[in-house]
């Protein structure tokens, strides 16, 4: 089966638009934990503000994920949460560049600029946690 098959065939499961949604919902709490972890220390630093307000957000995301999103897929707690850190670093990774881009670069404002960055990199998060942390 070609790989557009397979996409194809996975955009028509039900439960793969039920795992998305409920995936919105750990994200939009992490977005808000991550926001106001971020806001609350920004004294530090944008970008030490930032990984801290990751760590914090994707500890928070974890466990929701772990335990609510992807529940039919639990697996060995530590090996699925070294996944989820590996694919949330790339994730933080590409996070940083944009915040480069739109504070350093641009100059805007550093809530809007990391609240930009969160929801660009949201897919990549989905699929990487779909398809490898919680995969089966």
Not at 13 to 32: P, Y
Not at 46 to 55: G, L, N, T
């Amino acid at each position: 089966m070609s790989v557009s098959s397979r996409a194809a065939t996975a955009l028509r499961q039900r439960h793969n638009w039920v795992q998305l949604i409920k995936f919105g919902v750990v994200g939009a709490s992490g977005f808000v934990i991550n926001l106001a972890v971020y806001q609350s220390i920004l004294g530090i630093g944008a970008h030490s503000a930032a990984a801290v307000s990751f760590v914090v957000s994707a500890a928070s995301n974890y466990w929701w994920n772990r335990h609510w999103t992807f529940v039919g897929q639990k697996g060995n707690f530590a090996l699925q949460g070294a996944r989820f850190y590996v694919v949330s670093l790339a994730a933080f990774a590409v996070n940083q560049l944009w915040l480069a881009v739109f504070l350093d670069w641009l100059g805007w404002g550093k809530l809007v600029s990391q609240a930009l960055a969160i929801i660009l990199v949201t897919p990549l998060n989905f699929l990487g946690n779909k398809l490898w942390s919680f995969r089966h």
